[in-house]
């Protein structure tokens, strides 16, 4: 999976600037990655920082993207939407990225999406599941590999409907995400007519 996020995130790297006409092309493809190394996701986001390492690995022996070798400037976000939309300005004007693979959470990409836009510049998010983040104007930039919360509720308010389940405890994580994502699916269950209980 990262694999093939970081091959479209080079291809990507490497049509921009074409279609910008701006400068000649470079000899490596500079791919931004924005992932929560500390923090609460740290421990995920660290998970794939290696994956995406050992992928750029992989495709550079194999010669590349279109002959030219992929190189990473990677940036912790830090479980912060602050600290991560800070490191995606850097990203972008100090270290000349073209592309992002991330930020990794919704609130990050909130603050992000607007000034990704300006700059058009793709943010790529392998993790932030806000659906907001599909309905907010100016999102011509953003791009995720993951589902949405109300669609992810979808999944799990099938899953009790079809098993018939009439008791329905959950522990969801204190946070955005885990919040919407019992709020989605209790919503959608009672929707569609389940009379069980949620305790």
């Known amino acids: 999976m990262i694999k093939k996020l970081l091959m479209v995130v080079a291809v990507l790297a490497l049509l921009i600037p074409a279609v910008a006409c701006g400068p000649g ?27 995406g390492r050992l992928a750029v690995d992989e495709i550079n022996a194999a010669g ?14 830090a ?9 995606v300005k850097k990203m972008v004007s100090v270290d000349g990225v073209e592309v992002i693979a991330g930020p990794m959470i919704t609130g990050t990409s909130l603050l992000s999406i ?3 836009d300006e700059q058009n510049v793709p ?18 930039w953003f791009f995720r ?6 669609a992810q509720g ?32 209790i919503d959608g269950l009672q929707a569609a007519g389940w009379e069980g209980e949620h305790v």
């Open 25 to 51: 092309p470079a000899e490596t493809i500079k791919i931004g990655v924005l992932l929560d190394l500390t923090g609460d996701l740290g421990p995920m986001g660290v998970r794939m920082l290696n994956g």
């Open 64 to 77: 590349g993207v279109l002959g030219k070798q992929v190189e990473l400037v990677e940036e912790d976000g």
């Open 79 to 87: 479980t912060d939407p602050a600290t991560g939309f800070d490191r």
């Open 114 to 116: 607007p000034y990704a």
């Open 123 to 140: 943010l790529i998010t392998p993790s932030a599941t806000g659906i907001q983040l599909s309905e907010e104007e100016g999102t011509e």
């Open 145 to 150: 590999t993951c589902l949405r919360d109300d």
């Open 154 to 185: 979808l999944v799990v308010e099938d899953i009790i409907m079809h098993k018939c389940y009439t008791r329905l405890a959950t522990i969801v994580l204190d946070n955005t995400y885990g919040i919407g994502l019992q709020e989605y699916t």
